[in-house]
């Protein structure tokens, strides 16, 4: 039996006995990476995306919706309708992605209502429980917790916190996961919240061939920015990808559809940021990693047939931090957060009930850098004034012109700086290891510190690993709290060369230790760059093996876990990519 079908039998049970009064399924589907121009509604003529196209149509869409400029604070806004540096999002990775363990989630708010929840894809919110989407509201994760994947086809994955291996081209997984998972929910009768956050088009530039092979050579029709150089193998990747993610929202669409609940069942879609390269984005300015409109406006398209009437266009500018009051509003829920929301529900517009809508000022930030926005206007972070109905390039400052208007807005800024804060610049918070609530927790090499010589194999954390290990000098350390006496097996995931074999390594916390001989070589290739369309920037990738260090007596509190070489026989110790405990 195949994973996702495993899965949906053991969750069979659970789902059989609680219903929640007849309220609507819920599903949210996030791109990641793929800007407000990657569709063909919105003018796009270099790629097809009919699947979008038609659920846009077939509900409402939004003119100007407004996310962040890089992927986890986007992720965390969605999750708790809140700007994401309330909740300690600083970074997109290495703990910084972490979302504050004392916000609610909106997956906490269907939860509590009975509905059967589950995430299937990349989280970026945290990844040692209860950062981990199981402890965050989720029944069932399928996917990575960390900010991008190396390899997309059949690559190393996590079911409920265990190691697994994906089955093919992640995009394909996911979303078969999600089909498997809204079919074992129908047929118990059980409402389901389904969170789907597809990892592309981010890179690296993978998809599968048939996608590919009708970009390799396209033609590309739409003005792209002058500084695209040499990028455009990167959009023709990208394009692909996006035509990909089209075609697996048109196979659950059609689930949906065929299993008779799409007038009860609520479909969401939206990106995380802009596109992450130039190439066209309706004139405007800015791509991922700015908080101009081109990094900060998405598409979103809300279907729920039956009620929301088909054609919807809505003006009014909304944001991520709208959805969870939004979609707990049209549900019929209440929210429990005991903290004040950001975001305000937009039911009335989805229902055409609002004939009059208050204005609003929508703020885009990230690493101190803040953005204003209203239905008209946007004020960059330099303090410029643009009025974006006649000006998406953000061409023409109007601060001058309009000095009523530049001021009011700076000051929001300011109030805004004071209040919501622009995110930590120091991370005190340890990595919490065996939390009591949860079987495994994982310690990733991007969580370590690297002492020594060793060095990373990417200059981007979120899926690295490392190399050169080869003196006593040499360690990694990871500052971590047990949150809850116990006995742990470790396993330890690697590579070694035959000539290398031998080196002994203790693992050690406090006066607690374990020591295992690395007498098994296992030397495969980097194999997951191979994959590639363009080439990468970030590290490559291989398979890698685990064995178990043995078992370890931990007490609770804080300390710094190390690991480190005690004997080495050969020139190096192993490559390392992971650590995992499980509690005994």
């Known amino acids: 039996m195949k994973l996702a079908s495993a899965m949906a039998a053991a969750f069979l049970g659970a789902c059989i006995s609680t219903t929640a009064g007849g309220r609507p399924n819920v599903v949210v589907i996030l791109t990641d990476d793929q800007g407000w121009g990657d569709l063909g509604l919105h003018g796009n003529r270099d790629l097809s995306t009919p699947n979008l196209d038609r659920l846009a149509r077939a509900g409402a869409r939004f003119e100007r919706f407004y996310v962040c400029p890089v992927c986890s604070p986007t992720r965390a806004e969605f999750l708790t309708g809140r700007y994401h540096s309330r909740g300690g999002v600083y970074s997109t990775s290495s703990g910084g992605e972490r979302l504050g363990l004392d916000e609610h989630t909106i997956a906490e708010t269907f939860q509590a209502a009975g ?34 994947w190396a390899h997309y086809f059949s690559p190393m994955l996590e079911h409920n916190g265990e190691i697994v291996t994906g089955n093919g081209y992640v995009t394909n997984d996911f979303t078969e996961h999600a089909i498997e998972f809204v079919e074992t929910c129908v047929g118990a009768g059980r409402p389901f919240f389904v969170y789907l956050p597809y990892n592309t088009p981010h890179s690296p530039m993978q998809v599968p061939a048939p996608f590919w092979e009708r970009f390799e050579d396209k033609e590309l029709r739409m003005p792209h920015p002058p500084e695209r150089g040499g990028k455009t193998q990167h959009t023709r990747a990208a394009l692909a990808m996006c035509e990909n993610i089209d075609w697996n929202v048109g196979r659950l669409l059609e689930r949906i559809d065929t299993l008779g609940v799409r007038e009860d069942t609520i479909v969401a879609f939206f990106h995380d940021n802009g596109p992450n390269g130039p190439r066209w984005n ?45 979609l707990a509003d049209l549900a019929g829920l209440e929210v429990e957060s005991a903290k004040p929301l950001d975001g305000i529900s937009l039911k009335p517009l989805l229902l055409g ?11 885009s930030h990230w690493n101190g850098r803040v953005s204003a926005r209203t239905d008209r206007y946007r004020l960059d972070d330099k303090g410029r004034l643009y009025d974006l109905g006649a000006d998406p390039g953000q061409k023409h400052d109007l601060a001058g012109e309009k000095p009523e208007v530049a001021k009011r807005l700076r000051a929001e800024v300011a109030a805004f700086k004071r209040d919501a804060g622009s995110g930590l610049r120091r991370d005190r918070r340890p990595f919490l290891l065996g939390h009591p609530g949860f079987t495994h927790t994982q310690l990733p090499a991007r969580d370590a510190t690297p002492h020594g010589a060793l060095k990373r194999s990417s200059r981007h954390p979120n899926c690295s690993h490392f190399t050169n290990w080869r003196t006593r000098d040499d360690k990694l350390t990871w500052p971590v709290k047990v949150a809850a006496p116990g006995t742990f097996a470790v396993d330890l995931y690697y590579t070694c060369p035959e000539a290398e074999a031998g080196s002994t390594v ?10 295992t001989t690395i007498t098994d070589a296992f030397d495969p290739p980097y194999t997951a760059a191979r994959r590639d369309r363009v080439p990468r ?37 192993m490559d390392f990519r992971l650590l995992m405990f499980r509690r005994l």
């Open 115 to 148: 509905y059967a929840t589950a995430a299937f894809g990349k989280w970026h919110n945290g990844m040692q429980y209860p950062y981990h989407p199981n402890g965050r509201g989720f029944d069932e994760f399928y996917g990575f917790c960390s900010g991008h």
């Open 282 to 326: 309706g004139g405007m300015r800015g791509r991922k990693g700015s908080t101009d409109e081109g990094g900060v406006r998405s598409p979103l398209f809300v279907r729920w047939s039956g009620t929301i009437p088909p054609d919807t266009v809505i003006e009014p500018i909304g944001a991520a931090i709208d959805l969870l009051p939004t």
């Open 353 to 363: 009930e609002a004939r009059t809508w208050p204005a609003r000022t929508i703020f």
């Open 506 to 515: 203790e693992l050690r916390l406090g006066e607690a230790s374990l020591r």
């Open 537 to 573: 920037k970030e590290g490559d990738d291989k398979k890698w093996k685990r064995i178990t260090m043995g078992v370890i007596d931990l007490d609770i509190g804080p300390g710094e876990l190390t690991l480190r070489a005690l004997d080495i026989p050969g020139a190096t110790v």
